[in-house]
């Protein structure tokens, strides 16, 4: 048997521009999701795909010849990417054997559990964390087979693979990974608190994308409010910094910040992370603001240091 793991993520700053440069803040959070693998006397792959809570919410057993089939096909990934979890599934894993030929090149198969540790709807990383542990499992680049499949600044990735917070830029076709310390005196006043509803970040994407580019200065002022938070040493200064970066983003993308739409009257900073519109969002408070959140109808609230991983 074979056993792979990969981290969730959670993207404090510069969501949409860390895609033109942006330094950004990038939080490995201590669930994630494990692959296993063991041999089958056939030449088949026995998938099962297990929830946070053990149950099966995938199980397909398919031949290795649609993997070869597909790796041998000179084209983008398939277009029903995340559509179709068949589909996508055979596509990661045929792009990962044309990637590396000797892949899933032996007489025998598979058998295949993922298991995730968060739930499917958290936005934590469902995605990039099977991608990772399938690169691992196909001794590949991961960045390289989300390149050729989901796309994306790759920020997730490199979470899965960190065994800490990380600042993520992007220079050219560089890509710029650094550990770092993140942990402030405030860490107790810092809460994520999930929306009730996923976020398809590569719809997001390509809604930024039709905004136009980016200016140098916004850019720039970005990956400052990410120098800055790293250095902050009180929660005031730290809300600030998150007030500023919602205002840059909400002119960047048009979109009312979250706090102005749903929580108005909430007595304290809230950030959107990752692509706006749902999954995780972060809160401070001077308080449990539990209650507040559930009054909402928010019932997920998980302290700083119940979700990140030091």
């Known amino acids: 048997m074979h056993y792979f793991y990969s981290h969730g993520k959670l993207l404090l700053t510069s969501e949409y521009v860390v895609l033109d440069g942006a330094l950004s803040l990038s939080l490995p959070t201590k669930k994630g999701q494990s692959l296993t693998i063991e041999a089958l006397s056939e030449p088949l792959i026995d998938w099962t795909s297990l929830d946070d809570e053990g149950n099966v919410w995938f199980e397909q057993t398919f031949s290795m010849d649609q993997i070869i089939s597909v790796s041998g096909l000179n084209h983008d990934y398939p277009r029903s990417i995340g559509k179709n979890i068949l589909d996508t599934l055979i596509g990661l894993l045929g792009k990962a054997k044309s990637l590396n030929p000797s892949f899933l090149s032996q007489r025998h198969g598979f058998k295949v559990t993922t298991t995730l540790e968060f739930p499917r709807d958290w936005g934590l990383g469902s995605s990039s964390t099977l991608i990772n542990n399938i690169a691992d499992w196909a001794q590949l680049d991961a960045f390289e087979l989300l390149e050729s499949t989901f796309k994306g600044s790759g920020y997730d990735i490199a979470c ?151």
């Open 160 to 310: 899965a693979r960190s065994n800490g917070p990380i600042t993520y830029q992007l220079n050219g076709k560089k890509r710029i990974t650094k550990e770092v310390s993140f942990q402030p005196i405030f860490s107790k006043n810092l809460f994520f608190v999930h929306l009730n509803k996923k976020q398809d970040s590569r719809e997001g994407i390509l809604s930024y994308r039709t905004k136009g580019k980016v200016h140098t200065g916004t850019i720039n002022e970005l990956s400052d409010i990410t120098t800055q938070i790293l250095k902050c040493n009180s929660l005031s200064d730290f809300e600030n910094l998150l007030i500023r970066h919602e205002s840059i983003i909400s002119n960047l993308i048009d979109e009312v910040p979250i706090k102005n739409r749903v929580f108005n009257d909430y007595n304290g900073a809230i950030k959107s992370l990752g692509a706006w519109g749902g999954d995780f969002i972060l809160a401070t408070s001077r308080n449990d603001p539990s209650e507040y959140f559930q009054s909402k109808g928010f019932h997920t609230i998980i302290p700083y240091g119940e979700m990140i991983l030091k």
